[in-house]
């Protein structure tokens, strides 16, 4: 079916050129009247401009299985940027559960450390007299951590069933625009929804992660230039060895460092993707949106 502005101009210039065809037909006194001469010629060039606008308009006609074949190429693009997520979502669900191994080996120096540091008023602002801070950040850190592993997985099976049913789809053949229309709603209410969802879990790992970085970078500074401090946190641990715990310490801070490098990085690929494709998204709905209007057929679809 046409578009129903097209059809409209379609209409209005046909009924505009058989008027002019009809004016033109109208019989006049013989060719010795200028006027008569100008007025059939003025017609004619109007039936002429009328027949191109007519052609123009005609060609510039869409049906809702050419918007359907354009949206099925566009959902291939969606895909391709789904499949590149996919690829670092192994290692973003390996990342989150070795934070929250580690993060519970963390929350001793963290908590110790922050309480020394009131005492040895040698750690800056903002750690210094944060130990109920940082007593909080450690187990609100393994809630973050928590809800980021069963986002990812509940995405890892909703991308999943959507390339599945974007592999299904043929762009050569046009796709069939219900079929089409179903897969742009899917993409748009669940796909979408749990693809912002791993976004703004990863985020808040990123931010953990730097959190515990930066605190366990300065703490390890200060462990091995101010004794003072050192002594405070020492006996706050409830250790002996002095040997093992700073070596400790010194190794989760480059283990960390490292591996929250590799993570970035990995992230921002994803968040890279996660930009382009909610937008072309959008643009999956108000094409959809416009072939429901224009096809009767598929104005039965759920929304």
Partial sequence: MKIRSTILLSVLATSLLAGAVQAADVSFPPAADPQTQDRIQALSRENLLLQEKLKLLESCSISSTDLAARNCKRIKEVAADIRRQRQGMADFEGYVKWMSENVAGYAKYISAGSVAAGFAKVLPIPYAGQASVMTKFVSNAAVSLSSASVAINKYLATSQQFL????????????????????????????????????????????????????????????????????????????GDDKKEKGFLAESTTSLRNRAQAFNGKFKVFDDTVKRAAPMIKSLVAYDELIRDIDPRLAHLSP
């Avoid at 366990?216 to 946190?233: I, P, R």
Wanted: hydrophobic share 35%.
């Fill in 164 to 239: 599945t049913r974007a592999d299904a789809l043929d762009p050569a053949k046009g796709g069939s625009p219900a079929e089409v229309s179903e897969l742009v709603r899917f993409a748009d209410q669940d796909l979408l929804k749990g693809m912002l969802e791993v976004q703004e879990r990863l985020t808040s790992t990123s931010e953990l992660t730097a959190s515990s970085l930066s605190f366990l970078e300065t703490l390890n500074h200060y462990v091995g230039s101010t004794d003072q401090y050192w002594q405070k946190t020492k006996s706050l641990l409830k250790s």
